[in-house]
Nanobody, 118 residues
Framework: QVQLVESGGGLVQAGGSLRLSCAAS?????MGWYRQAPGKQRELVAS???????NYADSVKGRFTISRDNAKNTGYLQMNSLKPEDTAVYYC???????????????WGQGTQVTVSS
């Protein structure tokens, strides 16, 4: 069974940094990081294609960096200069190749809490 396991969330002061990890049990094609704050809709924070092209929400451009290590089937979200408004549950989402096929399936991680204090 394919899984996405997130880690790296926590409590940090404004201006600090955190690095989130998303480990997949299969080969990742494209992946993204989303976040959902209380009372708000889930939003896309950053995404990366199989070729390494990246895209960021305007609110995190220049502060967050998405990356991937294909050998480890792991994606990362480096978050710098954190602000209180970055507080949310962060989820990874990825298209995973089905073993032995040319098809993919989409999966979500369980979410990890990021809290930024002022």
């Amino acid at each position: 069974q394919v899984q996405l396991v997130e880690s790296g969330g926590g409590l940090v002061q404004a201006g600090g940094s955190l690095r989130l990890s998303c480990a997949a049990s299969g080969s990742i094609n494209a992946m993204g990081w989303y976040r959902q704050a209380p009372g708000k809709q889930r939003e896309l924070v950053a995404s990366i294609t199989s070729g390494g092209s990246t895209n960021y929400a305007d609110s995190v451009k220049g502060r967050f960096t998405i990356s991937r290590d294909n050998a480890k089937n792991t994606g990362y979200l480096q978050m710098n200069s954190l602000k209180p408004e970055d507080t949310a549950v962060y989820y990874c989402n990825a298209d995973i190749w089905r073993v032995g096929t040319i098809t993919m399936a989409n999966y979500w991680g369980q979410g990890t809490q990021v809290t930024v204090s002022s």
